[in-house]
């Protein structure tokens, strides 16, 4: 299975990772809000858990990110 995320990872374009890491911004923001709703209601365990899905989609945007700085570098031979 790792091998067709690496082959579609390496078919994607520099555009097309910041496109990705924008949308797990979003979704972060998204359950950093709620994680905030449910923690001023009292419900801890609820909050907990969206604050858990929120730090997910930001390392996941923050791994498309790094994706696209390779690729810009690799494109422009700079250093790494």
Do not use: C, F, W
């Amino acid at each position: 299975m790792k091998d067709k995320d690496q082959e579609a990872t390496q078919m994607k374009t520099p555009q097309q990772h910041h496109h990705k890491a924008a949308e797990h911004h979003e979704l972060a923001v998204k359950h950093h809000k709620e994680a905030a709703k449910r923690y001023e209601s009292g419900d801890d365990k609820a909050a907990a858990h969206h604050a858990l899905i929120a730090h997910g989609h930001t390392v996941q945007a923050t791994e498309q990110e790094e994706e696209a700085s390779k690729k810009y570098a690799n494109r422009y031979s700079v250093e790494k």
